[in-house]
T-cell receptor, first 114, second 113 residues
Framework: NAGVTQTPKFRVLKTGQSMTLLCAQD?????MYWYRQDPGMGLRLIHY???????AKGEVPDGYNVSRLKKQNFLLGLESAAPSQTSVYFC?????????????FGSGTRLTVV | GNSVTQMEGPVTLSEEAFLTINCTYT??????LFWYVQYPGEGLQLLLK?????DKGSNKGFEATYRKETTSFHLEKGSVQVSDSAVYFC????????????FGEGTQLTVNP
């Protein structure tokens, strides 16, 4: 059982380039999330999805877009990368909206924008 | 709104020392409380949770008790090991938050042999 898989694990981009980060989960979870983690700032929510075909903005959505065309996949796109987007990105999923469940996290994508 | 405050790190201990990482929260509604652990180069893993007042979550020698009267969920371990070196995150989740977890900023723990 793979859980939550993120690809790629590492990437270096030049300023202005675009890329897509892929998150795939095999647990049939409805809810999926994208976070970024920066030193001294903890985890900040970028976008999330409450089901196939739906997306919503989190705390820091600017500069990112997302899509959830299939229930198992949640894509995070950077249209024109900036050095401020250098970060570690984590995807997570959850089985329901209830308060009893935690999240399952992927192992992260380390992105550097030069 | 919802928020989680953790004690500032980093925390450095010797092996077999007693560990406490403080966590307090504010929440609109009745939260469940969680501790996550992040080992170097990895994602977050659920360590333990408690879903109602006075519940004690426990796992791998770690414990935390849901204290509604003090709005706290402090993480403790009686004897830490070098392998416990990691970043620890306290988090809460309420039904009214749109299903989202609210995280504290994390506490870096280093255990020296």
């Amino acid at each position: 059982n793979a859980g939550v898989t993120q690809t790629p694990k590492f990437r270096v981009l030049k300023t202005g380039q675009s890329m897509t980060l892929l998150c795939a989960q095999d647990m049939n979870h409805e809810y999926m999330y994208w976070y970024r983690q920066d030193p001294g700032m903890g985890l900040r929510l970028i976008h999330y999805s409450v089901g196939e075909g739906t997306t919503a903005k989190g705390e820091v959505p600017d500069g990112y877009n997302v899509s959830r065309l299939k229930k198992q996949n949640f894509l995070l796109g950077l249209e024109s990368a900036a050095p401020s987007q250098t970060s570690v990105y984590f995807c997570a999923s959850s089985s329901d909206r209830g308060r009893l469940s935690g999240y399952t996290f992927g192992s992260g994508t380390r992105l550097t924008v030069v | 709104g919802n928020s989680v405050t953790q004690m500032e790190g980093p925390v450095t201990l010797s092996e077999e020392a007693f560990l406490t990482i403080n966590c307090t929260y504010t929440a609109t509604g009745y939260p469940s409380l969680f501790w996550y652990v992040q080992y170097p180069g990895e994602g977050l893993q659920l360590l333990l949770k408690a879903t109602k007042a006075d519940d004690k979550g426990s796992n791998k020698g770690f414990e935390a008790t849901y204290r509604k009267e003090t709005t706290s969920f402090h993480l403790e371990k009686g004897s830490v090991q070098v392998s416990d070196s990691a970043v620890y995150f306290c988090a809460l989740r309420v039904e009214t938050s749109g299903s989202r977890l609210t995280f504290g900023e994390g506490t870096q723990l280093t255990v020296n042999p």
